[in-house]
């Protein structure tokens, strides 16, 4: 008998040293089949956004099950796809693709994977005030995901003041009673807040740094990284350092992966396989290696 095989994809820029393959295959061979997940990294082979429906013909013709989606493609992408579901919908952010047939159907486990890595993070602590940096694809499933947390009030910083004020808009219709923002910076948006998330690529390997200034953690009760490799990044430690209680993106990585998992297979996914395999290779790599 043949055994039940999948192929899955990643898509996204600087992507080499990601470690979604390792926890979807690990996945696989614990339920006792096989994936092969591969790396489209659009970086390495010169695609930008406008290469998307090309790349998304392939994964059709190709026979993928499905494709995660990454930094920059995650709001792009949702103008190709065939339909969009779940609370992906209410983002127009997608972080998750599911082939149906020849249709391409969007998920966004960004937003599910980020309450669900809180809950485990944080317990029943309630976010306050937050201040949110970044605005993009992940910081608009993380924006959502505060709300049904019970955040009180966002502030929200982005380098694209425009892209902030345009998500500011939505928060503000779709959830009326939740106080939202734009700030001008980090800085100010931390200054009183309980606590503050980075949702950019800053920290990452491939973008070193701090999106907020060092002093400007002090006070806040909790800080959240979307990035989890590496784990303790500029933003964690600078948090860490300043009494904060932290969740590092190890939270967020393992659940959308979880998640994403059961979307692609149509199955729960083996949760603590996809956990060990991921603190293997993290552990492996050492403190700087790769991300989503």
Do not use: C
Not at 94 to 110: E, I, P
Not at 276 to 288: D, I, M, N, V, Y
Request: charged residues 15%; aromatic residues 6%.
């Amino acid at each position: 008998m043949t055994a039940e095989r999948h192929l899955l994809g990643l898509i996204g820029a600087k992507i080499s040293r990601s470690i979604t393959p390792a926890m979807h295959e690990a996945a696989a061979r614990a339920l006792g089949f096989e994936i092969y997940y591969h790396l489209i990294d659009t970086e390495a082979l010169g695609l930008t956004t406008q290469d998307l429906p090309r790349m998304l013909d392939g994964v059709r013709a190709l026979g993928f099950t499905g494709v995660n989606v990454t930094h920059p493609f995650k709001e792009a992408v949702v103008a190709h796809l065939d339909a969009v579901e779940g609370a992906a919908a209410a983002l127009g952010s997608v972080n998750t693709v599911v082939l149906s047939g020849s249709r391409l159907v969007g998920h966004n486990t960004d937003y599910t994977g980020f309450i669900t890595g809180w809950r485990r993070a944080f317990r029943t602590l309630a976010p306050g005030q937050v201040a949110l940096i970044g605005t993009g694809g992940v910081g608009r499933a993380i924006a959502h995901g505060l709300v049904a947390l019970g955040a009180t009030a966002l502030l929200l910083v982005d380098i694209d003041a425009r892209r902030a004020q345009a998500l500011a808009l939505e928060m503000g219709n779709v959830h009326p009673s939740v106080a939202v923002a734009v700030a001008p910076d980090a800085g100010t948006a931390m200054k009183g807040a309980d606590g503050a998330v980075n949702a950019t690529p800053i920290g990452m390997y491939a973008y070193p740094g701090n999106p907020a200034p060092a002093g400007a953690f002090a006070g806040l009760k909790w800080a959240a990284d979307a990035i989890y490799t590496p784990l303790e990044t500029e933003f964690i430690v600078a948090a860490r350092r300043a009494g904060a209680a932290v969740m590092s993106g190890q939270e967020l990585a393992i659940g959308q992966a979880v998640d994403a998992f059961a979307l692609f297979l149509g199955r729960p996914a083996p949760v603590e396989a996809m956990r060990a395999a991921f603190l293997q290779r993290t552990q492996a790599a050492g403190p700087a290696r790769a991300a989503i």
